[in-house]
């Protein structure tokens, strides 16, 4: 499937509507506690939270995905991410675009042709 930030695929395409996807983890007291720790300390990347952003944000676009193949769409563009704190160790990663039904002659527009 194909995700872009552009707002088009083709001129030809049929928009079928907007898709969202949200995630909302949190790190475990220890995991918390350590990065907290670091951060007081020494500074730098907080790996803890990285990993939990980047991890938020895998399986919010697997959920983009499932739902835009659900309502018939092959490409997704308008692509958008956000990401907020929602508690002290917890984040919301949310991303949204625009569902659209792409001309099968345009290179990756079929769902079946990517396995992400």
């Known amino acids: 499937m194909i995700v872009t930030t ?5 001129p030809e395409q049929k928009i079928l509507g907007l898709v969202t996807a949200t995630v909302v983890m949190s790190k ?4 918390d506690l350590s990065a907290n720790v670091k951060n007081w300390t020494v500074g730098g990347e907080l790996k803890v939270y990285a990993q939990m952003i980047d991890e938020a944000l895998e399986r919010a676009n697997h959920k983009l995905r499932d739902k835009a193949l659900r309502m018939g769409g092959d490409a997704i563009v308008g692509y958008k991410v956000c990401s907020t704190q929602v508690s002290e160790g917890a984040a919301e ?3 949204y675009g625009t569902v659209v039904k792409a001309p099968s002659e345009i290179p990756g527009a079929n769902p079946m042709s990517s396995s992400s």
């Open 93 to 95: 990663v949310i991303v």
């Open 6 to 10: 552009t707002e088009s695929v083709n």
């Open 28 to 31: 475990s007291l220890v995991g």
